[in-house]
């Protein structure tokens, strides 16, 4: 079985984080993360510096990531002047976002679901013009913070305007973190319906511990692409109580336990989450970070007995 994880820490984590990294230090974690064997990583996103200062530097960061024929870096492009920002740094590929609520909606980009469209379709139409993929993200699939519940067919509506718009993937986004297995099975399987599962990503939070759980069961039904963050960092600044992305070690845990071979050498990414945590003043939650970390104090207690 093959599995895609895109790496989403330097974005959706650090989008989050008090702390504001230097840029030369995004660069070391995402030399970091390539050396572990991640190919691709959303790195940034070209959002107002108001609305988002973390993530002002996305011009310069692009300009000094490494350029490997083998890796793939990935932005946030919310509109034209995102797109025209973008467009000339060597990103590979654009992400468009939008919500499945109304109310998430207008707190996060400023505008009705209905007024975003136009919006995203000028942003694939500059694309396009570059021949540069899209992804689409959907935000709170299974809860919103302002509605709560997020009825399906509000979901599968939005996600069908983003295909028809030219995306090549929807990530389907737990942004709150409330879903649960049989959650997650239900939603995927009425997109089945009109999606196929290879265009779906699953982007779980982990904010009530469930975010593992998910997971599996959406790789259990057949989706092959999973957005993880290292160390767990990152939420939704925009969803109060949102905290922590699915943690990338621990999926790869699970997935190297399970037999399923990623390619990605899980010490190697513990290593340059613990570099994130010095730098964010934080101990990351991912249980197999801290639990990678204590084993290091250990043997390295032993070593000097
Ligand atoms: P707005 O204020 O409505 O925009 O924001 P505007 O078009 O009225 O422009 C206002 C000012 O912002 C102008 O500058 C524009 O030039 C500037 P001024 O004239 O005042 O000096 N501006 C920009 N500057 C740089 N880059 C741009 C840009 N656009 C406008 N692209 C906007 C609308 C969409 C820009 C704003 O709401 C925004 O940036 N929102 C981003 C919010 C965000 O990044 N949220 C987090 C990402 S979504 C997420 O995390 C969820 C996800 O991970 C999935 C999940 O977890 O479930 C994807
Ligand atoms: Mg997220």
Redo the contacts with the bound molecule.
């Keep these: 079985m093959q599995i895609k994880l895109v790496e989403v820490g330097l974005r ?1 984590g650090l ?1 989050n984080e008090r702390v504001i990294l230097a840029t030369e230090d995004k660069v070391k974690v995402a030399q970091g993360l390539i050396k572990a064997g991640i190919r691709h990583l959303e790195v940034t ?8 200062p973390q993530l002002a530097d996305a011009a310069q960061l692009a300009h000094q990531l490494p350029p490997l024929a083998d890796v793939v870096y990935r932005a ?1 492009v ?2 034209r ?2 797109a025209e ?1 973008a467009g000339q740094t060597p990103i590979h590929e654009w992400a468009v ?1 939008l919500s499945a609520s109304e109310t998430h909606n207008r707190k ?3 505008k009705s679901i209905e007024d975003t469209y136009p919006v995203l379709r000028e942003v694939m139409e500059l694309a396009r013009q570059q021949g540069i993929r899209v992804r689409g ?1 959907v ?1 709170t699939v299974f809860g919103c913070p302002y509605e709560g519940e997020v009825p399906t067919e509000q979901v599968l509506r939005v996600c069908e305007r983003l295909l028809q718009l030219g995306v090549y993937e929807i990530s389907l ?3 709150i973190g409330v879903a649960t297995p049989k959650a997650v099975k239900r939603l995927l399987r009425a997109c089945q319906r009109h999606i196929p599962l290879e265009q779906i990503a699953g ?1 779980f ?1 982990d904010t009530r511990g469930t975010g593992l759980a998910n997971a599996y069961a959406a790789l259990e039904l057949g989706v092959r692409t999973l957005d993880t963050s290292l160390g767990g960092l990152g939420g ?3 969803a109060p109580g949102a905290a922590g992305n699915l943690a990338t070690e621990d999926v790869l845990y699970l997935l190297e336990q399970e037999g399923i071979d990623t390619g990605i050498d899980l010490a190697l990414v513990c290593e340059t989450s613990d570099f994130v945590q010095t730098k964010c003043k934080r101990a990351l939650p991912s249980k197999v970070l801290q639990s990678y970390l204590a084993q290091k104090r250990d043997e390295k207690r032993g070593d000097g007995d």
């Design positions: 959706d989008q996103s070209f959002v107002s510096p108001k609305w988002i946030l919310p509109n002047r995102g920002r976002f996060n980009i400023n993200y935000s986004g737990d942004t982007h939070h939704c600044p925009y």
